[in-house]
């Protein structure tokens, strides 16, 4: 049988392939931090800079006020059905420079080596924007148009596994680049990206509470939609968590219609 001798890639001696597999599908490979500086993810493993994405929404300044933190706190809960007024473009801005921002803070080192996580919108009901889907570019703080929003009746309620979801007037797919994610993390790399995700999830739903806004993170935004509507292939971007947002549809006392919010 052929041995396998590669402490050079896995940092411990493989005598065995079953060995290999075996860590491989259970435990995963623990990249040593001193080790990933020097991994190189190929380029083809990383995101497509698709530059015939052209039509560019400058997004407009970041709300400045909010709810208090610890109100907000209280105040969070799953909501799942959603009122018709739409949001404001100040919304989207503010809920996608925090998540974007918090995430390129805390995740620094895979972020410079190409593990990046992307925000894909689907737009239904925001003023001073047309319905669509767009791709959040945090650089720049734009969107990047990519296609016409799905028809919320009909290729809505069918990129969606709970189809309230799809009465929202938005919804923010977070994605992950599983490929480079592995590439640098082995199969560890996997759970890395999950772990970002629920953070992401987290500031994305305490932001919009935070506004007067209410939603919900969700994990049934379908992988072929995904692929249909945006082109996450699953591997080199894969869907990792949704998160979708409105005002609240669900009555409270004191302020119906609102679940309660007070509205930024
Ligand atoms: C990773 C993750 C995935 C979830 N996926 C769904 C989902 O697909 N559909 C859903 O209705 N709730 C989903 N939830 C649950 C809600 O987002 C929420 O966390 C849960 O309802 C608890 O909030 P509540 O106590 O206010 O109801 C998910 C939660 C997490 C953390």
Redesign the pocket.
């Given at each position: 049988m052929m041995s396998y001798k590669n402490t050079q890639s896995f940092g411990f001696e493989l005598s065995n392939p079953v060995d290999l597999a075996i860590r491989l599908c259970t435990e995963g490979r623990r990249t040593a931090e001193s080790e990933r500086d020097s991994i190189e993810v190929p380029s083809y493993l990383l995101y497509s800079d698709d530059s015939s994405r052209s039509a560019r929404i400058q997004l407009p300044r970041v709300l400045g006020e909010s709810r208090p933190f610890h109100e907000t706190l209280i105040m969070?809960?799953?909501?799942?059905s959603y009122g018709t007024q739409p949001l404001r473009l100040e919304h989207v801005s503010t809920l996608l420079d925090r998540v974007a921002r918090g995430d390129a803070e805390d995740c620094a080192t895979g972020a410079r080596l190409g593990m990046r996580l992307q925000f894909v919108i689907v737009v239904w009901r925001v003023d001073n924007i047309v319905p669509g889907v767009y791709l959040y570019e945090p650089d720049e703080h734009c969107l990047s148009y990519i296609r016409q929003a799905p028809d919320p009746e009909t290729e809505g309620k069918e990129m969606v596994?709970?189809i309230e979801?799809a009465t929202a007037p938005l919804i923010i797919l977070t994605t992950g680049n599983l490929a480079a994610a592995t590439a640098i993390y082995g199969a560890w790399g996997y759970r890395q990206l999950l772990l970002r995700?629920?953070s992401a999830?987290q500031r994305l739903?305490l932001a919009s509470v935070a506004m007067g806004l209410a939603g919900?993170?969700?994990?049934?935004f379908l992988p072929r939609a995904a692929h249909e509507i945006a082109g996450i292939d699953g591997y080199r971007s894969a869907g990792l968590?949704?998160f979708a947002t409105g005002y609240s549809g669900v009555s409270a006392p004191g302020s119906p219609g609102q679940g309660g919010g007070t509205m930024i």
């Amino acid at each position: 049988m052929m041995s396998y001798k590669n402490t050079q890639s896995f940092g411990f001696e493989l005598s065995n392939p079953v060995d290999l597999a075996i860590r491989l599908c259970t435990e995963g490979r623990r990249t040593a931090e001193s080790e990933r500086d020097s991994i190189e993810v190929p380029s083809y493993l990383l995101y497509s800079d698709d530059s015939s994405r052209s039509a560019r929404i400058q997004l407009p300044r970041v709300l400045g006020e909010s709810r208090p933190f610890h109100e907000t706190l209280i105040m969070r809960k799953a909501v799942r059905s959603y009122g018709t007024q739409p949001l404001r473009l100040e919304h989207v801005s503010t809920l996608l420079d925090r998540v974007a921002r918090g995430d390129a803070e805390d995740c620094a080192t895979g972020a410079r080596l190409g593990m990046r996580l992307q925000f894909v919108i689907v737009v239904w009901r925001v003023d001073n924007i047309v319905p669509g889907v767009y791709l959040y570019e945090p650089d720049e703080h734009c969107l990047s148009y990519i296609r016409q929003a799905p028809d919320p009746e009909t290729e809505g309620k069918e990129m969606v596994l709970q189809i309230e979801f799809a009465t929202a007037p938005l919804i923010i797919l977070t994605t992950g680049n599983l490929a480079a994610a592995t590439a640098i993390y082995g199969a560890w790399g996997y759970r890395q990206l999950l772990l970002r995700a629920g953070s992401a999830g987290q500031r994305l739903w305490l932001a919009s509470v935070a506004m007067g806004l209410a939603g919900t993170v969700f994990a049934g935004f379908l992988p072929r939609a995904a692929h249909e509507i945006a082109g996450i292939d699953g591997y080199r971007s894969a869907g990792l968590l949704a998160f979708a947002t409105g005002y609240s549809g669900v009555s409270a006392p004191g302020s119906p219609g609102q679940g309660g919010g007070t509205m930024i």
